[in-house]
C-alpha cells in the first residue's frame, strides 16, 4: 500500500512539475537592437581589444522612416528596406513569399523575398535566379538594385506582357541584405567596414579590432586629415586654387601628411588600421578557399577568408539556400566600385578551366551586360578584373566551378572617377571629379578642409570626400540609374533561363501479330523554349543537375504490355529491387537540351489483347522546369 502511494505521489510530481516550471518560465524579450533604440550610442556586440561602441550618426542620403512608396532618391535602412518587403506581401500575396533564411553573427534576421506566381506551381518546379546585396557592409547600392528589381517586377505584372510572362514561368529569390550586421553599423554611425562585423586582427599585432578610424569632430563621418610634417609625402596642387587637392609628390618630398580620421590607439604608429571586423564574406566560398596564415611561408593565403571555408553564417546561408535549390540558374551577388560585370575564373584564364561552350556564354552575357549598364569593363576575376592576381574562396569561382550556374558578382558605381576632361587640361583626375561634383552634386561630395586640434599630431585640417556616398557608393541624387540599369542587366539573364514545353506527339502502330498483339512505335516531343541549355556542362560535371528525364507510367496490369528493345528502362522501387513485378513506370534519361531547340523521346510498345493501352508521359529537369503529365493512348 504504501508503495502504491509512493508510486502515485511520484507520478503527480512528475506531470506536475513540469506544468508549474513552465508557467514560471517567460520569453526573454528580444534586446533591442542600436538602429532601433533611443540611446544616442551603438554598440557592436562581440569581445574586441578597441572600443565597441560609437556616436550614432544619421546620413541625409538615408531614408531612415518607412513611406507608402519606394523611390530611389535616396539609399534605405534596414528597417525601411523589409517595411516594403512586408508592403509588397502584402499588395501581391499570390506572387510574393517574405520570410527569414536565418540570422546573422549578431543575431538580426536575414529577409528575404521569393518572387513567382503562386497559381502556376510552386517555386522549385521553375527555373530560377537569384540575386543579393550588400554582402559587403558598406556596399549598400547593391541593395537597392535588388529592390529596384523586385519593385520593377511586381509593380508590372498583369501589364507589361513579358514581365507576367517571366513571373508565371519562374522564381526569382531576392535578398537585398545579406550582411544586415554590416548595413546598419554602416547606416547609423560613422564606422564602416568590410564584412561580417566578427572581430578580427586586420594589422596582425594579436589584438582584435583594438583601432578603429573616429569621427573626432563629430560631422557624422570620418573623413581624411592632413597636417604639415618633416619628411611628409604630399604637398597641395597648384593647379586647385581652392588648396583641396593633395599632390603626392614621394617619400620625404613634400610639406603635408595625410591620414584617415582618427588616432594611434595601439601606438604602432598607424592611424585607424584596425577597425571593426576584417573577414570578408566574398573569400568565404568553399571553391578554392585558402586560409589566411599557412605554415610553411610558400603556400599561398588569402587575407580575411574566415577560419575555414563557410565559416562565417551568412556565407553559410547562401550556401546552403542555393544547395537545397538547384533549380537556381542565374546568380548576382553585387558590390560597389570600379564597375564591372565580374565573373570567374578567379585564379585562372577561363580557357583553361572552363567548358568553351560554357565560357560562350559568359562571353555573351559580359557584353549584353555591357550594352545595358554602360560599364566599361566586363569579364573574369584573375585576368580582366585581378590582372593575374589570383583571389581564393571567392564567390564567382563558387557559383560557376561547384555550384555550375551562370554567376556574376557585379561591381556597380565607379566610385566617382572617370569624369572624363571637364577642364580641358589633356588629364582626367582628381581636378575633374571637383567639377563634376559641383555640376552635378552641388559640391556635397568634398568636404573643405576645416582646422582642428588633434590630440596627439595637433593641429591637423579634416576634410576630403565624402566615403560614403561619393567614393563607395554614388551620391544618393545620382543612385537610380546605377540601380535601374543593373536591375534591368540582371532582369535579362532571367529572360534567358530555359523553359521546357511539351510539342506534340505520334503513335503509330507497327506491326500486327496474329492472334491478339501489336506493336506501336510512340514518340514524345518536346522543346527547350528558353535561350540557355537545360545546364551548363559544369554542372553536369559536379553533378549539382540530373539529366533530363522523362518518365512513362502505363494504366492497366503488367501482363497487358510489353516494352520493347530496353528503349525505357524501368523505375525500381529501391537499390536492389528485382526489375520485374514493380508495376507501370519507366524512364529515359535525355541529356540536356540547347537552348531554343527541340527534341524527342522515342520507344517501342506491345499491347496484348488488342485492347487500348493508356499512359502518363512527363518530363523533369532540375533547371529548366517541369512539364505536367500528358496522358496519351496506344491504340
Keep these: 500500500m504504501k508503495t502504491k502511494t509512493f508510486i502515485s505521489a511520484l507520478f503527480a510530481a512528475a506531470v506536475c512539475l513540469p506544468m508549474q516550471i513552465e508557467a514560471q518560465i517567460r520569453t526573454l524579450p528580444e534586446k533591442p537592437r542600436p538602429e532601433s533604440d533611443t540611446a544616442s550610442i551603438y554598440v557592436v ?6 572600443i565597441a561602441f560609437f556616436r550614432k550618426a544619421k546620413s541625409p542620403h538615408v531614408a531612415y522612416e518607412a513611406t507608402e512608396t519606394l523611390t530611389f532618391d535616396k539609399y534605405h535602412s534596414a528597417e525601411v528596406i523589409y517595411a516594403h518587403m512586408e508592403r509588397f506581401s502584402t499588395l501581391y500575396p ?55 528589381l523586385m519593385q ?35 547606416m547609423h554611425t560613422a564606422q564602416s567596414n568590410r564584412s561580417t562585423v566578427r572581430a578580427y586582427d586586420n594589422d596582425g599585432d594579436g589584438l582584435l579590432d583594438e583601432d578603429p578610424p573616429l569621427d573626432l569632430n563629430g560631422d557624422g563621418r570620418i573623413l581624411r586629415m592632413r597636417y604639415k610634417a618633416e619628411g611628409g609625402d604630399y604637398v597641395i596642387d597648384e593647379r586647385d586654387p581652392s588648396g583641396r587637392v593633395m599632390k603626392s609628390v614621394g617619400a620625404g618630398k613634400g610639406e603635408y601628411k595625410l591620414a584617415g580620421e582618427g588616432i594611434d590607439a595601439d601606438g604602432d604608429g598607424r592611424i585607424g588600421e584596425d577597425g571593426i571586423g576584417g573577414l570578408d564574406l566574398h573569400r568565404n566560398y568553399p571553391e578554392n578557399w585558402r586560409p589566411m596564415h599557412e605554415a610553411t611561408g610558400r603556400g599561398r593565403t588569402q587575407g580575411g577568408a574566415g577560419e575555414y571555408p563557410l565559416s562565417e553564417i551568412e556565407t553559410r546561408l547562401v550556401f546552403t539556400f542555393l544547395m537545397e535549390n538547384p533549380n537556381i540558374y542565374v ?56 590582372n593575374g592576381t589570383p583571389l581564393f574562396g571567392h564567390g564567382p569561382d563558387f557559383g560557376y566551378f561547384y555550384y ?8 556597380i558605381w565607379d566610385g566617382g ?38 590630440p596627439t599630431l595637433g593641429e591637423v585640417e579634416i576634410g576630403g570626400w565624402d566615403p560614403k556616398f561619393y567614393s563607395q557608393n554614388s551620391p544618393s541624387g545620382q543612385l537610380e540609374p546605377w540601380v535601374r540599369k543593373q536591375a534591368l542587366f540582371n532582369l535579362e539573364m532571367v529572360k534567358h533561363l530555359p523553359l521546357v514545353e511539351w510539342a506534340d506527339h505520334e503513335v503509330r502502330r507497327e506491326k500486327n501479330y496474329r492472334g491478339d498483339s501489336v506493336d506501336y ?22 553533378k549539382i543537375v540530373r539529366p533530363d528525364r522523362f518518365e512513362v507510367a502505363f494504366d492497366g496490369p503488367a501482363e497487358s504490355y510489353r516494352v520493347l528493345d530496353e528503349s525505357l528502362d524501368r523505375v525500381r522501387a529501391g537499390r536492389n529491387a528485382p526489375a520485374s513485378g514493380q508495376g507501370g513506370k519507366y524512364f529515359k534519361e535525355a541529356g540536356y537540351a540547347r537552348g531554343e531547340s527541340a527534341g524527342s523521346v522515342e520507344f517501342r510498345v506491345r499491347a496484348y489483347k488488342d485492347t487500348p493501352l493508356s499512359f502518363k508521359a512527363s518530363l523533369t529537369t532540375t533547371r529548366a522546369g517541369s512539364l505536367p503529365e500528358r496522358e496519351i493512348t496506344v491504340q
Design 331 to 386: 546568380v548576382n551577388s553585387m558590390d560597389t566600385r570600379v564597375p564591372m560585370h565580374l565573373r570567374a575564373p578567379s585564379t585562372s584564364n577561363p580557357e583553361e578551366r572552363m567548358y568553351p561552350e560554357d565560357n560562350a556564354w559568359y562571353e555573351h552575357f559580359d557584353e549584353l551586360g555591357k550594352s545595358i549598364t554602360g560599364y566599361e569593363r566586363a569579364g573574369d576575376v584573375y585576368g580582366d578584373y585581378g
Design 152 to 186: 520593377h517586377l511586381l509593380e508590372n505584372y498583369g501589364s507589361d506582357p513579358e514581365i507576367t510572362r517571366i513571373i508565371d514561368r519562374n522564381a526569382i529569390y531576392l535578398r537585398p541584405i545579406n550582411n544586415p550586421d554590416g548595413h546598419n553599423l554602416y
Design 521 to 542: 512505335r510512340v514518340t514524345l516531343r518536346y522543346r527547350n523554349a528558353g535561350k540557355l541549355p537545360t545546364a551548363l556542362r559544369q554542372a553536369d560535371l559536379v
Design 94 to 148: 499570390d506572387l510574393v513569399e517574405v520570410y527569414e533564411i536565418g540570422k546573422s553573427y549578431e543575431g538580426r534576421p536575414i529577409i528575404q523575398m521569393t518572387v513567382t506566381n503562386k497559381k502556376t506551381g510552386p517555386a522549385t518546379e521553375k527555373p530560377a535566379a537569384f540575386f543579393e546585396g550588400n554582402r559587403h557592409s558598406g556596399e549598400v547600392t547593391s541593395a537597392e538594385s535588388v529592390m529596384w
Design 404 to 411: 555550375g550556374a551562370i554567376w556574376y558578382g557585379d561591381e
Design 45 to 50: 556586440d562581440g569581445f574586441r581589444h578597441g
Design 417 to 454: 572617377r572617370n569624369r572624363g576632361d571637364l577642364n580641358g587640361d589633356g588629364e582626367t583626375d582628381e581636378l575633374d571629379q571637383l567639377l563634376w561634383d559641383e555640376r552635378e552634386n552641388g559640391g556635397a561630395g568634398f568636404t573643405e578642409w576645416v582646422p582642428f586640434t588633434h
